[in-house]
């Protein structure tokens, strides 16, 4: 079983209040959780459509058990990453004790939050309602039911329906670094003042159009991703979606609400250097971690785990670590202790920033450290970073860097705290 989430009050900064998620590991945060801490590879054979003229026909998709049971869950919709969305929102507010009555926002016994309160959606994509459209795709053209699900916006349909929304709804498509942008401007707009709570997600279905990407760019690994792993061939697409509910200490404080975590600080960067390939030296990350650090008023070795992009390309995963040991690294500190989740769950594109900070709320709780599940010799140049070995480590946790990075060099990196830490006196 999955370890119960320990809440602390909290009197300072933007806090994480919820948590939930829709993952090859099954429906919530509880399945997610269990697979990440023992380790189980969640990938498998492709169900959804023919994988015959790929060189892979592996992924990770929602299994047929956790998909029955979203009918229950959320209203009815064409997209299947729209129903995830809004069954990981409403886990997460229930979570945080936020629930709808008359418009407003009410803890769960009852307590307004105030007539003034305003709660935003921000949430990312990458693949959108792609695979609802491509139903509409015929020899003949584009149907006018086709036509009708173009547009990307719709993935956010069903959010308002399950979690009481009065403020900005954003959908953002910046790559496969936009879960981390999601959560960046949601603690944006209530910095601002914008927001009172910042509904946070991200989601994805599983598309042919990325299977065809990735088959293009030869990085489809023909078995499991092997994140950092000398002999690792490629990434494993996947499906999902998840949510993290934030609000500002004060206001979570006001209506007795208790913090999971901390939002310490987040940096965004982009290289610029290619469409597919990240820049070798790896600047933008290393600019975007450095970020991070000096906005929390952090060290270098305050940092007890590095949450990695990692999805097992050849390519990425050696320039990551050099950014990582950039970073993080260096004579007279200790290795950084690294780990991917994308040997388990595989690369879920939008959703992963926040699956992944979903993830790094549940270890900080638990004090687990998540292991590389399918690393089996780990590459040379991944020398400077203490890899997590698969069965993962006990170890207290109290900040994890989560980073996230896409094509066309955009970077995304969230620094998450225990609930109760130093920043919160």
Known sequence: MATA?????????IVVTGVGAVSPAGLGHRALW?????????TGAVT?????????HRAGEIPRSALSRLDSL????????????AAAAAEAAHGAGLTRTGGLIRTEGGARTGAGARTGVFAGTVMGTRPVLDHGITSAGLTAEGTEWAEPARLLDLVPEV?????????????????GDAVACGADAISEGEVDVAICGGAEELSQEVFAMFTTLRALAPDVARPFDDDRLGMQPAEGAAVVI?????????????????????????????LTRPRPTGDALVEAIGTCLRDAGRAPEDIDWVCAHGTGTPASDGVEARAIVSALGGPGRRRPAVSSLKGMLGH???????LEAVVAVLALAAGHLPGNATLRRSDPACAGLDLVPPRGREAPVATVLSLAFGLGGGVSALLLGAAGGDDED
């Open 5 to 13: 989430v320990e809440r602390t009050p909290g009197r300072a900064g």
């Open 34 to 42: 269990d697979a990440v801490r023992g380790g189980r590879v969640t």
């Open 48 to 56: 959804r459509f023919d994988t015959s003229c790929h060189p892979s």
């Open 74 to 85: 959320v209203p009815p919709h064409r997209s299947l990453a729209a129903r995830c969305l």
């Open 163 to 179: 979690v009481p929304v009065d403020g900005p709804v954003v959908l953002l498509a910046s790559g496969c670094s936009v879960g």
């Open 246 to 274: 934030l609000e500002s200490a004060e206001h979570c404080a006001a209506r007795g609400g208790l913090p999971l975590a901390v939002l310490l600080a987040h940096g965004a960067a982009a290289d610029a250097y290619h």
């Open 348 to 354: 879920t594109q939008g959703a992963a920033g926040v």
